[in-house]
């Protein structure tokens, strides 16, 4: 059984920076295709940014995040990051790690919740204007 634990979150000051990290267990994270999603009170859960296993190489990230956050793995860690850059108080959310099986597929352009099998708990991300 995958478990995933979230760890980063904190409180920043419009424009500045912060990198989540999803430390992974039972489940190998450069095989299988992973992602991270926030939810923001009121608000549906949404795809952030999505990465496929290694011998693909791909990544999605949605509009909003675009030239400001970047997905990545550490192999040797067995952990996901998310660095976020320039963020601003509509970033604010609780940000989720998750999981799926084997590599993305149209998992990578759906950014769909239920596309995904393991989630973690969550971290919290505020931003002060």
């Known amino acids: 059984q995958a478990q995933l634990v979230e760890s980063g979150g904190g409180s920043v000051q419009a424009g500045g920076s912060l990198r989540l990290s999803c430390a992974a267990s039972g489940y190998t994270v450069s095989r299988n295709c992973m992602g991270w999603f926030r939810q923001a009170p009121g608000k549906e859960r949404e795809a952030v940014a999505i990465?496929?296993?290694?011998?693909?190489?791909?990544?999605a990230y949605a509009d909003s995040v675009k030239g400001r956050f970047n997905i990545s793995k550490d192999h040797a860690k067995n952990t996901l990051y998310l660095q976020m850059n320039s963020l601003k108080p509509e970033d604010t959310a609780m940000y989720y790690c998750?999981?799926?099986?084997?590599?993305?597929?149209?998992?990578?352009?759906?950014?769909?919740?239920?596309?995904?099998?393991?989630w973690g708990e969550g971290t919290q991300v505020t931003v002060n204007s």
């Open positions: 990465t496929d296993i290694d011998i693909d190489d791909t990544t």
């Open positions: 998750a999981a799926g099986v084997g590599n993305c597929g149209v998992r990578m352009f759906r950014h769909r919740r239920d596309d995904f099998d393991y």
